[in-house]
């Protein structure tokens, strides 16, 4: 799955620049959408009593069918912009290690991995918060959780048109400032006001994941390995955020705990500027 994901966002990228405008979130508004088909999907074949076994047999056979016949239309797209690389990063940068030593690239990762954290920790703790701290019924838990899965999948719609017209990092800024204040609503106001907070929550953590992949491959013949990079840097978050929001939830409680989201964001509004689009040369390829 790992390099599925980076060989599905470096492609995503190619598409990008060959069209000439942002269309990255609208990829992972795609990924949103299919966890949400996927639960409902498990849901429905929990309730028929299908074997777990059948259950993944069946899966895996329709998920490679899928692909197999949806990379069949990927066409070969000529990809030769070129930017201007900062001063202080290596001329040879084109391996994976290498570029675990460029400075931009660990910045990228950093604002990804905290947008991975904000987005992951609403996946893992939100309908348990909703259940503890909030005091509601675990159907009113999971309509929290859903409230947060389809307003992500709907700013990741509509922000692409947001990065074109304001760029990147003002993007970005309202974003993670939108998830910072949805944090709040969600732990300190009343219940009916914190789904409107999950809601804002959900909006603001929309677009950081698939920036993060679109600034790491800004150069196209770095970007296989920047996007690993900042792929393995992101997911860190999916892997240390579940037990740490755990571990302080023990001792504050679950929905308190969610403050540490507010926390991380505040460091990533500080390294938001390292995805700024780079001063490119090349010649306009839009609607190529």
């Not at 070969?76 to 290498?98: K, L, Y």
């Not at 732990?187 to 698939?210: D, E, H, I, N, R």
């Not at 390995?225 to 755990?246: D, E, N, Q």
């Amino acid at each position: 799955m790992g390099s599925w994901d980076v060989a599905m966002n470096l492609k995503g990228t190619v598409v990008e620049r060959g069209l000439g405008k942002s269309i990255m979130p609208r990829f992972h508004a795609a990924f949103s959408g299919g966890t949400v088909v996927a639960a409902l999907i498990a849901a429905g074949i929990s309730a028929a009593h299908v074997s777990i076994l059948a259950h993944v047999l069946i899966g895996m056979a329709f998920i490679l069918a899928t692909t197999i016949w949806c990379v069949r239309g990927f066409n070969a797209i000529e990809d030769d912009h070129e930017i201007d690389s900062p001063a202080d990063e290596p001329e040879e940068t084109s391996s994976h290690w290498g570029a675990w030593r460029e400075r931009r690239v660990l910045l990228i990762g950093l604002v990804t991995l905290v947008a991975a954290f904000t987005e992951g920790t609403a996946n893992d703790w939100m309908s348990v918060a909703f259940v503890e701290g909030h005091h509601v019924p675990k159907w009113a838990g999971i309509l929290a959780f859903a409230t947060f899965l389809s307003f992500m999948t709907c700013g990741r719609l509509v922000g692409t048109s947001l990065i074109d017209h304001f760029g990147r990092v003002p993007a970005l800024r309202v974003c993670f400032g939108m998830a910072i204040a949805g944090c709040l609503v969600v732990v300190f106001a009343p219940t009916w006001l914190a789904y409107a907070g999950v809601a804002v929550w959900g909006v603001g953590v929309s677009l950081g994941f698939p920036i993060g992949m679109s600034a790491a491959a800004d150069d196209p013949k770095r970007a296989h390995a920047r996007i690993s990079v900042v792929s393995t840097i992101a997911y860190t978050a999916f892997l240390a955020g579940p037990p740490l929001l755990g571990f302080l939830g023990q001792h504050v409680g679950v929905l308190h705990a969610l403050l540490a989201v507010g926390a991380a964001a505040l460091v990533a509004l500080a390294t938001v500027p390292a995805v700024r689009e780079p001063a490119q040369r090349h010649t306009d390829v839009s609607g190529a």
